[in-house]
């Protein structure tokens, strides 16, 4: 059996496809990622890379058109691809929640807010067939978890979501996550509908929770500044894989990946004197992906090898093991 790489989270040659009129989308290309419990993972990388389908994978939310076709999502050592309906039911919203980039699209608009959190902390003990507490300590749990996210829970627990701010439907969705006590918590752009001030209030707030709770944030950002600032270790993806992983340090001190070095050159910096580039180009077509890497339409490093086979993800020789640092390039590549 292949060695655990993440304690908490181990995904490895992860496809995904979606068969559409146009033709098959094949969205993950064998995605490697993992994590250990309590740490901060940044999935980043330009629209479509499929961030979103990899966390929707790991709920396992992807339906029809689209299907797991390949590949081991292990959750604690549990492959979650191999699981039941039911035996899902027990994990999802409990061991894992998600929150999304439009918190009050996610909620039911003709329900107050505490009644949710209510309703949702009864359906999570149902589904894990745990006993129900009184309504009474029902709704003090749902109390604490407004305190919890910063609310006024006097003033929150009986508003309606349209009645919310931005920033407020925010952390009324990360305190129903929170409920939960989940070990990992998928955020997908939760920040990126919000202005600026609310964005550094959520992601502070975010932080000081996993600090407190030790959960899991695999936080997706098309913004490097985002990781930059609130995770321990970032994967970078591009069409379909994770084509760079690391810490924190290595992907922002030493990028391998060409397609790495160009995002990092399209962050702005204070004090930044060169010119700001963009990586010329737009993501593929992931109908018709371009064969062999599938970056080597857009790399300026592209030799003779790259659009014939695919670069295995592979450990970078001399970082140290804390690094976890690994690269999908035949830049890189021993034998090549
Ligand atoms: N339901 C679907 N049907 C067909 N194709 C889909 C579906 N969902 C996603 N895809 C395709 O899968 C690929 C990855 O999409 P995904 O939503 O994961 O990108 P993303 O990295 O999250 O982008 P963004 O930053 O815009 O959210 C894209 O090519 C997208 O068109
Ligand atoms: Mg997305």
């Given amino acids: 059996m292949q060695r655990r790489r993440g304690d908490l ?23 490697e990622l993992w994590m250990n419990h309590g740490e901060r993972l940044g999935v980043v990388g330009e629209t479509g890379c499929g961030k979103s389908v990899t966390a929707l ?17 292990l959750f604690e050592g549990k492959d979650l691809t191999a699981l039941s309906e039911g035996e899902l039911n027990m994990i999802r919203g409990k ?35 745990q006993e ?30 349209h009645e919310l701010s931005g920033g407020m439907a925010q952390r009324v ?50 913004a490097m500044g985002v990781a930059a600032q609130f995770c321990d270790f970032i994967a970078v993806m591009y069409a379909g894989n994770v084509v760079e992983y690391g810490s924190l340090h290595a992907i922002f001190d030493n990028p391998l990946h060409p397609y790495t070095k160009g995002l990092l050159k399209a962050v702005p910096k ?3 004197t060169d010119e700001l580039q963009s990586i010329p180009g737009i993501v593929p077509d992931l109908i018709d992906p371009p064969s062999g890497c599938r970056f080597h339409p857009r790399c300026p490093h592209r030799g003779p090898a790259c659009d014939k086979a695919q670069p295995r993800f592979e450990p970078v020789g001399g970082e140290s093991e804390a690094d976890r640092h690994h690269v999908a390039c035949f830049l890189y590549q021993k034998d090549h």
């Fill in 173 to 222: 969705m990360i305190a129903m996550a929170l409920s939960s006590k989940p070990k990992l918590l998928i955020a997908d752009e939760p920040t990126s509908a919000l202005d600026v001030t609310i964005q550094a209030q959520i992601l502070n707030l975010l932080n000081s929770l996993v600090k407190e709770t030790r959960t899991a944030v695999l936080l997706i950002t098309h």
């Fill in 132 to 161: 129900r507490g009184s309504p009474l300590q029902t709704v003090q749990i749902m109390r604490d978890m407004l305190k919890f996210v910063g609310l006024d829970w006097q003033r929150t627990e009986n508003l309606y979501p």
């Fill in 95 to 129: 061991d894992i929640a998600m929150i999304f980039q439009e918190p009050v699209a996610a909620l039911n608009p003709v329900m107050k807010v505490g009644a949710q959190i209510v309703e949702n902390i009864e359906w999570q003990r149902k589904s894990a067939a």
């Fill in 9 to 31: 989270l181990d995904i490895s040659g992860l496809k995904v496809v979606f068969d559409t009129y146009a033709g098959q989308v094949k969205a993950l290309n064998g995605v």
């Fill in 270 to 272: 204070i004090g930044r």
């Fill in 57 to 73: 994978s790991v709920m396992r939310l992807i339906d029809e058109p689209g299907k797991i076709i390949e590949g081991n999502i």
